[in-house]
């Protein structure tokens, strides 16, 4: 759902102004996904199988799909760096991969159509947004869709 302005303006003075895209989280394949608030139920980013429920072991979140729509980009890093500390700490517990093999996992989400997005492939969507971000005279322009991203990996 997108929303639609209603046409009324409101102009106010200000020194700095952030634009803030606003996100809600959707429920992907095989997670517990909580509809109240938008987000995976966790622990501190340990994924549980619902709020206040017993841990999931190996499966981790971060970001907005851990905390909800909160915080801004900078709040993402330490996020991750807090649920890695966690998936570190559980690393002894949890069972070995069958296979250690990072093409195997790759064409496995081929066959779900999932697209996979290599490092060489965002460093090209990179690219581009520093680009992008020449002609305007910024140090990079971010692209807000991901078929925009896809577009640069395609066209």
Aim: proline residues 5%.
């Amino acid at each position: 759902q997108w929303s639609e302005g209603t046409g009324e303006t409101t102009e106010l003075d200000c020194g700095l102004f952030f634009r803030s895209v606003g996100y809600r989280g959707v429920p992907l394949e095989g997670l517990p996904f909580s509809e109240k608030k938008g987000r995976v139920p966790n622990a501190d980013g340990r994924v549980t199988d619902g709020d206040d429920g017993d841990v999931l072991p190996g499966t981790y979140v971060a970001g907005w799909i851990k905390r909800g729509p909160s915080g801004v980009i900078g709040t993402n890093k330490p996020d991750a760096q807090a649920s890695v500390k966690l998936l570190l700490e559980d690393m002894a517990s949890l069972p070995q991969a069958a296979h250690r093999d990072s093409k195997a996992l790759a064409d496995k989400l081929a066959d779900k159509g999932r697209r996979v997005v290599s490092f060489e492939d965002w460093q090209k969507i990179d690219a581009a947004e520093v680009k992008n971000g020449e002609a305007v005279g910024k140090p990079r322009e971010k692209f807000t869709r991901i078929e925009e991203m896809l577009a640069v990996l395609d066209g």
